[in-house]
């Protein structure tokens, strides 16, 4: 389903970005900081977002408890915070290292900010519709006219997952906010969360700047536990993620 948001850029000079370090690991990723401006009725201000959608490297350790130790482990803790087994391989035979982390719910990813958070001190979450956009655009009001110049989709793909940053960056020094993975954001008030942008099986006219879609049961499909999973999708293997940091 594609929506579309009314525009309106007001943009200021950026902060410094910065790398974010996984405290007790040599993970690390860097973060983006926006300029600050309004999009969509929305003030968006004092904010940073991943330069790629969340990788493999990064969400590992907090899916497969990689920051505890044996005994932790053992004893469970943090359980009810952490994923369950996945169904399948999650990175279906992708790729791994370098390779943005997918399949997850969307209670999977908010649970995983609030893990960041705590491991960081800083308050990581998903962005909003709005900040999505904002960051996707990077002040343009038109769509790429090279599209394959920015994101894996449908024409090159070749219906798999690729590794993070290996096409253009936008003006920001983004990578992938269009294609490769369709990416979470936060559900706004009375209304349901979604992901953003089209991904790697998504047809040219679907990656855009506005193109979102709501949970469809179909990225459950496989899934035969019942309830079903609710940190993984078995079908939903073009579903990622990407941060934002409030400063």
């Known amino acids: 389903m594609v929506t579309s948001l009314a525009i309106a850029l007001i943009i200021s000079q950026p902060r410094e970005s910065f790398v974010q370090k996984i405290p007790g690991t040599v993970v ?13 009725g929305q003030q968006i201000k004092n904010l940073w977002i991943g330069e790629t959608e969340v990788t493999w490297d990064v969400f590992d350790i907090y899916a497969f408890r990689l920051d505890l130790t044996p005994e932790e482990n053992a004893r469970d803790v943090d359980a009810e915070n952490r994923p369950s087994r996945p169904y399948g391989a999650p990175d279906r035979g992708f790729g791994h290292k370098g390779y943005a ?21 800083k308050d990581y979450r998903l962005p909003t519709d709005a900040e999505w956009e904002y960051a996707a655009r990077a002040g343009a009001t038109s769509e790429p006219s090279q599209l394959g110049d920015y994101a894996w989709f449908w024409d090159d793909s070749n219906s798999v997952a690729h590794p993070v940053a290996t096409k253009k960056p936008n003006a920001w020094g983004l990578y992938d906010m269009l294609g490769n993975t369709s990416e979470w954001v936060s559900a706004p008030k009375g ?11 998504s047809k040219a006219k679907d990656v855009k700047f506005t193109t979102r879609q709501t949970y469809d049961p179909v990225w459950q499909l496989q899934d035969a536990q019942q309830p079903k999973s609710d940190w993984w999708y078995s079908d ?12």
């Open 101 to 121: 982390a997918l399949s997850m719910s969307i209670h999977s990813a908010t649970k995983f900010c609030e893990w960041l958070s705590k491991k960081t001190g």
């Open 191 to 201: 209304g349901e969360a979604a992901v953003r942008g089209g991904n790697f099986y």
């Open 236 to 247: 939903g293997e073009m579903i990622g993620m990407r941060v934002v940091c409030e400063g």
């Open 28 to 40: 690390e990723f860097k973060m983006v900081a926006l300029p600050d401006g309004e999009f969509a």
